[in-house]
Structures are given as C-alpha cells and as structure tokens.
C-alpha cells in the first residue's frame, strides 16, 4: 500500500529506519532509536543530522520537520531533571515544547549491511567489500568496519592526499610506516581504533577512521597504516545515508539534510 504523504506517520519512517538499520545490531552501550517525542503523529518532514543541537533543532522548525534523525543520541544516560542546565536539558525541553521527534541510529548504522561504512567504500571506490569484524558466522556483511580493495595500488602520498581532500579535513594523521603504496583498505567511521589489529589480521595496508589513542599509532607500528581524519568528518555522511534511505521510501516526502549540523571541535585557521 502506498501511503499518502498526510497520511505518513513518524512510526512509518522509524520503521523503514529499523528494517534498513535494524536496532538490534546496536553495541550494548548504546542507546539507539527513538529518543524523544510521539511516534504515533504525522510526520510533517525529517531533518538528518549527525549531532542534535539547539541550532539543528532550530533548523527543524524553519523547515517544517517535525522529525530530527541523528547518528549520535542526544541521550545516552538517564537525565535526573529537564531543565536548562545543560545543553541535553535545553535540547530535550525544546523538543518537547515544540513537538519534534528525535531519534538516533548510531552503532546500528555503523554495523549494518549497506550502512554508514559501505557508503563511504562506495565513495573511495573500495571493491570486493566486506565487513572487517563480521558480528556472525555465516554473515560476512554484517560487523564492525568494513575491508576492501582499490582497483590497483596507489602511491601513499597520493591516496592521502585523496583522503584528506574528500573529508574535507585539516586534522589528516597517520602513523609513521615503510609503505610506499595502499591497496587493501579497511575503513570505519568515528573510533575505529580498535580495530587495528583485525586489519592487520586480515592483510589492510591501511585502516581509515576518524580518531585514534596517541599510542594506537605506535602499537600498529605502520602495519596497517593508521589514518585518523577526524571523527566528525569520518561519519558525516551519516545524514546522507538517513536522507537515502528515508527518500527511497518515501520518495515525495520532505527530507533534508542539515545545513547547521556543524562539528564541536574547532581548528585555528592558518592564512
């Protein structure tokens, strides 16, 4: 049944959300879903975003969404009052106040077949992709990071250069290696780190990710490559992601993607 757009509901876009990046693929820490507000109203737009803040709230409202996805929740823990007190209080009063809807989809969006990880393989013309970590035995898709190949090595020096021309960043790092070139490229969004010894496993030249510890770069001792681009820059096209999936479905629906969202790390600008 095709739905009319008055008659969309928030449940009906929570629920493609889910089937496409299902919750349960969630890490135990996280708290993924619907985080604030009725799912049971009619869904006038959605705003995509990768952090909630009063700025994209305010968004929300002037382009008449009433549906604020972002990949990382706003609520991790419990709140012991809403007030103003903090900039989680004011954000969670105003969504009330307002009636917004927040919902999150975080590590469910990163683990997922097709989720945030595939797109950027897709975007860096990764091939034969795959995920690094698989979550299960006979899903190869499905996992932590994903591991695929380029079309032919590159020289290091330029695949950086591609690297930090694509996310935008001025914080590019990488630990100090022997390589000269990369092929075999493992990739994943926001604190990936921890994955450096699997994509060592599995024969990476280069694991790219947005963070890493400062030891992180002398434990992987150059093999694979540690590339660290930021963690904001590495899961902004989590928007993208949510305004696809949502679009697919609901192909007339108002769907944006914000033009506020903006990263709380702040680097001084050099003439």
Not at 43 to 62: K, N, Q, R, S, Y
Not at 90 to 102: G, M, S
Not at 203 to 209: E, K, N, P, S
Not at 213 to 242: M, Q, W
Request: aromatic share 8%.
């Amino acid at each position: 049944m095709t739905l009319r757009i008055q008659d969309i509901r928030i449940q009906d876009i929570w629920a493609e959300l889910a089937e496409r990046l299902p919750l349960h693929l969630q890490e135990s820490y996280d708290n993924c879903g619907l985080q604030v507000g009725d799912p049971s109203i009619p869904a006038t737009g959605v705003l995509c975003c990768v952090d909630i803040t009063e700025a994209v709230l305010e968004e929300a409202l002037a382009k008449g969404c009433n549906m604020i996805i972002a990949h990382h929740p706003l609520l991790f823990k419990g709140l012991k009052c809403i007030s103003t007190g903090s900039y989680i209080q004011r954000c969670v009063t105003f969504a009330l106040r307002h009636e917004l809807i927040i919902y999150a989809a975080h590590t469910n969006a990163d683990n997922a077949p097709a989720g945030l990880n595939y797109l950027l393989a897709e975007d860096l013309g990764l091939q034969q992709v795959q995920a690094l970590l698989p979550r299960y035995p006979d899903d190869v898709f499905t996992g932590s990071g994903i591991i695929g190949m380029l079309p032919e090595p590159i020289a290091l020096e330029e695949w950086l250069r591609q690297i930090e021309a694509y996310f935008q960043t001025r914080q590019l790092r990488y630990s100090r290696t022997n390589k000269t070139s990369v092929q075999r490229v493992a990739i994943c969004g926001g604190a990936g780190a921890f994955l450096w010894e699997r994509a060592r496993d599995v024969g990476a030249d280069a694991l790219l990710t947005g963070e890493a510890k400062y030891n992180d770069y002398f434990d992987c001792e150059g093999s694979p490559i540690l590339v660290t681009v930021g963690h904001y820059e590495s899961e902004r096209i989590a928007a993208t992601l949510f305004a696809e999936v949502i679009s697919q479905k609901f192909s007339t629906f108002a769907v944006y993607e914000s033009e506020l969202d903006s990263n709380p790390i702040k680097a001084l600008q050099h003439l």
